[in-house]
């Protein structure tokens, strides 16, 4: 089975996992992915300041991104 690796970036700050999770595909990663960023969200939002940004990718083996989720935070004025 392939093996994931989930990334965080927060403004300056940036977290990989260092163990990876193995998924059936990359459909059942996807899933997985989306169901964890929806319990973070909430949190993420309360936290989250003008115009910034917040990532959280899923890696494959090599660490190089095949999913992101953004959540940006911009001043329209």
Known sequence: MPLYFFRIRNGRYSGCA???TEFANRDAAWK???SV???MTAGIAR???ENSE???ELLD???EPVFRIRIV???LD
Do not use: N, R, S, V
């Open 32 to 34: 997985e992915m989306t």
């Open 54 to 56: 917040w990532q959280m």
């Open 73 to 75: 935070a911009e001043t």
């Open 37 to 39: 960023c929806a319990d």
């Open 47 to 49: 936290k989250l300041l």
């Open 18 to 20: 260092d163990q990876a």
């Open 61 to 63: 083996e090599a660490k």
